[in-house]
């Protein structure tokens, strides 16, 4: 990964949303649900106020309109700050 967040920003990897069908309609990509959970790729080094309590590997849940939208070599991220972030699942 070429991308190095800063200060108390974390890049995550959306998982991918949950395709699902009614009677055989299909949902197209707008009208899925946004996901909530992600895997963290890497991490900024804290601030001086907020220590990085993430790390790289952790499956993390955040807020629906959190963070900014990337697109890097053709993959969607997220970059958001650490307080964004809601828990970790273990």
Do not use: H, W
Not at 55 to 75: A, H, P, R
């Amino acid at each position: 990964m070429n991308i190095k967040p800063l200060a108390d920003r974390v890049l995550i990897e959306p998982t991918a949303a949950e395709e699902t069908t009614m009677s055989g309609i299909i949902i197209p990509d707008s009208a899925k649900e946004k996901p909530l959970k992600g895997k963290v790729l890497a991490v900024g080094n804290g601030t001086k106020d907020e220590e990085m309590i993430l790390k790289e590997g952790d499956t993390v849940l955040y807020g629906k309109y959190s963070g900014t939208e990337i697109e890097f070599e053709g993959k969607k991220y997220l970059m958001m700050r650490q307080n964004d972030v809601l828990a970790i699942v273990e």
